[in-house]
C-alpha cells in the first residue's frame, strides 16, 4: 500500500501571497489530519478532515483553511502568508472503524517545507 | 498550546546502551503513539498503545500506555547508530477524532 503523499515538497513564496497544499491519504483512511511544525512550537494540530466534513480545529487564524474531497484527498489552503507561517507542514491519515468510530494509527506524510520571504 | 511534557529534551548514549524517555501528562488520553521523525521527513509511527497498561514491544523497541492514562514510556534497548533521530510521544483524548498531542520531543544521539 502506497503511504500518505504531500505536494508540493518544498516552497517559496512571499509574504502577502497565498498557498495550496495537497494530500493524498493512505487508501482506505477517509480521516486527513494537518499539522504545522516549528522549531519553537513544534507540532501543532491545525484541522481534521473526514467524509468531507471538518471534524476538529486547531488554533489556529481563519487564513488557515482545508477541504477535503470524495476521494478523501486532502488540501490545506493559507492566506495572506506571513513570515511566521515558515514551517514544515504534515498530512496525516487514519482508518476510522465503521460503525465504531475507533481511529486507528495515525500516518504521517513526509510533508512540505514552506518558505514565506 | 502543548497538554505533553516530554522528558528528558536529548540524550547522548554510547553505541550498546539502553535508552528510557517517558511523556506526561495532566489530562487523560485513549491513545499513545510514539514516533520517530529524521530531518526532512515526516514522523514514522514505531508503536501504538491503546488500553491502560499495555505493553507493547517493536523489535528492540518497548512502549507502555500508564495506568493511569496520563502518561507513557519508550525504552530501547541494545540502541545502534541508526537509532538517531527525535522520538515524539503523541496522544490521543478522548472525543477529540483525528487531532493528536504531541510532546517537545526527545533528540537522541548514538556515538559509536
Known amino acids: 500500500k502506497a503511504g500518505v503523499t504531500q505536494t508540493p515538497r518544498y516552497l517559496i513564496k512571499t509574504r502577502g501571497q497565498q498557498v495550496t497544499l495537497s494530500c493524498s491519504p493512505i487508501?482506505?483512511?477517509?480521516?486527513v489530519s494537518w499539522y504545522q511544525q516549528t522549531p519553537g512550537q513544534g507540532l501543532q494540530f491545525l484541522f481534521e478532515?473526514?467524509?468531507?466534513?471538518?471534524?476538529n480545529k486547531g488554533n489556529f487564524p481563519g487564513r488557515f483553511s482545508g477541504r477535503q474531497f470524495s476521494n478523501s484527498r486532502s488540501e490545506m489552503n493559507v492566506s495572506t502568508l506571513e513570515l511566521g507561517d515558515s514551517a514544515l507542514y504534515l498530512c496525516a491519515s487514519s482508518f476510522v472503524g465503521f460503525p465504531t468510530g475507533a481511529y486507528n494509527e495515525q500516518f504521517f506524510g513526509p510533508g512540505t517545507r514552506l518558505t514565506v520571504l | 498550546g502543548q497538554q505533553l511534557n516530554q522528558s528528558p529534551q536529548s540524550m547522548f548514549i554510547q553505541e550498546g546502551e539502553d535508552v528510557s524517555m517517558n511523556c506526561t501528562s495532566s489530562s487523560i488520553f485513549n491513545t499513545w503513539l510514539w514516533y520517530k521523525q529524521d530531518p526532512g521527513e515526516g514522523p514514522v509511527l514505531l508503536i501504538a498503545l491503546y488500553k491502560a497498561g499495555e505493553l507493547t514491544s517493536n523489535g528492540r523497541l518497548t512502549a507502555q500506555f500508564g495506568i493511569t492514562r496520563k502518561d507513557s514510556f519508550l525504552n530501547i534497548s541494545a540502541s545502534i547508530p541508526s537509532d538517531v533521530g527525535i522520538y515524539f510521544c503523541a496522544g490521543r483524548l478522548e472525543a477529540s477524532y483525528g487531532k493528536l498531542t504531541f510532546g517537545q520531543g526527545t533528540i537522541l544521539t548514538v556515538h559509536p
Open positions: 487508501s482506505g483512511h477517509r480521516s
Open positions: 478532515y473526514f467524509s468531507e466534513t471538518q471534524r
